[in-house]
């Protein structure tokens, strides 16, 4: 059967150029054009913001790199990120635009499929830090991919080829982002229901809570 299109956005969770992170997420970014998705690689210097301050979003507004952000999440069906392990928790960086462009409307997680993985030269691959970072995504109505993919010893990990040299993990790897692409392809073209998403379970659609959103259900794609 023909594969219908979808976009995904691809970056690594490190500042650092040529980072172990930056590394996987282009091994994602080839898993996922082999596949036949429409890959937008970005990196996470394209979204870096000072930190977040109320004062200075209501005098100067969002800063460029939470509106970078906020538009490849806009334009792409789902997003991959490769985020390292900062003491048990997500880059700072990483969190720091997440806040950033949530800020925004419409709020650009909402919704989006997303997938996620690590890698570390620790035996854990960096897997505590993903825990802390589905919070926030999921909070915001990501729907967050259940299996992530972290890669223990990613110091010595990769080939010449830039590919995982342990062929057994490059299987599983492989396999993963198949699944996740065909979970973006099916709940792109073949969706059964939306959702109404607001900030807290029970809340109900208020002016004063700017980041509320209701969507309608497609009652077509429903039938």
């Not at 538009?71 to 950033?100: H, R, T, V």
Request: aromatic content about 8%.
């Amino acid at each position: 059967m023909q594969r219908q299109p979808v976009s995904i956005l691809v970056f690594g969770g490190a500042l650092r150029a040529d980072s172990l992170n930056d590394r996987l997420a282009t091994l994602a970014a080839m898993a996922a054009e082999e596949i036949g998705a429409t890959v937008h690689r970005a990196t996470m210097r394209e979204f870096d913001c000072p930190s977040y301050d109320g004062d200075d979003e209501r005098e100067s507004g969002i800063p460029a790199g939470a509106q970078a952000f906020a538009k490849q999440l806009n334009e792409n069906d789902a997003f991959i990120i490769a985020s390292p392990e900062y003491n048990a928790s997500m880059p700072g960086c990483l969190k720091n635009a997440i806040d950033w462009a949530s800020r925004m409307k419409p709020q650009p997680f909402n919704g989006k499929q997303a997938c996620l993985l690590s890698a570390s030269p620790s035996m854990v691959g960096g897997n505590r830090g993903l825990w802390s970072l589905r919070v926030p995504l999921e909070h915001l109505g990501a729907r967050v991919y259940p299996d992530m993919f972290s890669l223990a010893q990613a110091h010595q990990a990769f080939n010449e080829a830039g590919r995982i040299a342990n062929d057994l993990l490059q299987k599983r790897f492989d396999t993963m982002m198949r699944c996740f692409i065909d979970l973006v392809e099916a709940a792109k073209h073949y969706p059964g229901l939306k959702k109404e998403w607001v900030e807290f379970l029970g809340e109900h659609p208020n002016a004063a809570t700017n980041r509320t959103e209701i969507v309608a259900m497609d009652k077509s794609a429903a039938a």
